[in-house]
């Protein structure tokens, strides 16, 4: 593997940030790149430089057959100025996982981490200071061989690119409107659910469409057979608060396994609560909502870290939460990853990794 090398192109002015960050709008003056070519052995020539549009042949197997994945993480700057970033080894685990699913070669764990690493130490001065705000990275690969051709590709490109963002939801923590539905499915068991490609945001655009015309802001995913059991919440995993435990679906193939999501379930177990990671029926929530044992419902995910679900909605049933206060456990929830994040708390578990 080569050296990374590092083209720090100098910046004209200072930077500065906008005043109201909108998710995913702006981007740093840098980002990675790597590429693969089989006849050449693997991967190569390893760089940071000037963040730009690349070149792409028309024909190129991503734009046909949708050979392409990436992940999403963030980098905060704590309260003592510190720079960390939450998880990353999980996420280049799941990319690497995603990469053996989609057959797209594996990318070197210790090259991702240490590329990620010193990209945000170069960008360090984008990480904004404000409350609820961070540095999103990027990581994605797709396949760059020209041909119109259904197989794997022989060549890749491997781009990391950071993004700073706002909160998620800008109006601060409130309850979003979630809508059930069983016209459309995501993902299928023994699919590509459980890979964070490209193909699986595609099956859920329509979905999505219908569900903001509606008024809500999420779609929540039933499984592909039955159509009855929970699976995700648009790009989140779900949990359900019922009287006497905290469920969240099982990973069946289908569903994405989130980082927030593991970090969830250690920290309800920390906290000794009963967590069952289970298969959980659409029917069983409405009739939980309507014998009073349904507590709260909640989305886990990297952008919004958790989403406190404020009304449900599936066919004739609508099952109405708090629509202005977010739930208790949601609540508490979302104050532990924050503090952990920013480094207002002891990170007990070990789960940021810091910029020298």
Known sequence: MNELNIEVAERDTKVILPENLVFGKVYTDHMFEIDYDEELGGWHN???????????????????????????????????????????????????????????????????LKAMLELVKVEKDWIPTKPGHALYIRPLVFATEPLLGVRSSKNFKFIIMLSPVGPYYPEGFKPVPIYATNKYVRAVRKGIGEAKTAGNYAAGLMGQQEAKAEGYSQVLWLDAIEQK????????????????????????????????????????????????????????????????????????????????????????????????????????????????????????????????
């Open 46 to 112: 390893p760089t940071i430089k000037k963040f730009g549009p690349i070149q792409l042949n028309p024909a190129a197997i991503v734009l046909h057959y949708g050979q392409a994945i990436f992940e999403g993480l963030k980098a905060y700057k704590q309260v003592d100025g510190r720079i960390a970033l939450f998880r990353p080894e999980k996420n280049i685990e799941r990319l690497n996982r995603s990469a053996r699913r989609m057959c797209i070669p594996e990318i070197d764990p210790d090259l991702a």
């Open 229 to 356: 059991y929970l699976e995700e919440v648009g790009a989140m995993n779900i949990f359900v608060q019922f009287k006497d435990e905290v469920a969240t679906p099982m990973l069946t193939g289908s569903i994405l396994p989130g980082v927030t999501r593991m970090s969830v379930i250690q920290i309800l177990k920390d906290w000794n609560y009963n967590l069952k990671e289970r298969m959980i029926s659409i029917h069983e929530v409405v009739d939980a909502y309507k014998n009073k044992t349904l507590i709260e419902i909640f989305g886990t995910g990297t952008a919004a870290v958790i989403s406190s679900v404020g009304k449900l909605k599936y066919n004739e049933h609508l099952l109405m939460f708090d629509e202005e206060k977010a739930g208790e456990l949601g609540t508490r929830l979302y104050q532990e990853l924050s503090d952990i994040h920013y480094g207002v708390i002891e990170d007990k578990h070990n789960w940021m990794t810091y910029i020298d």
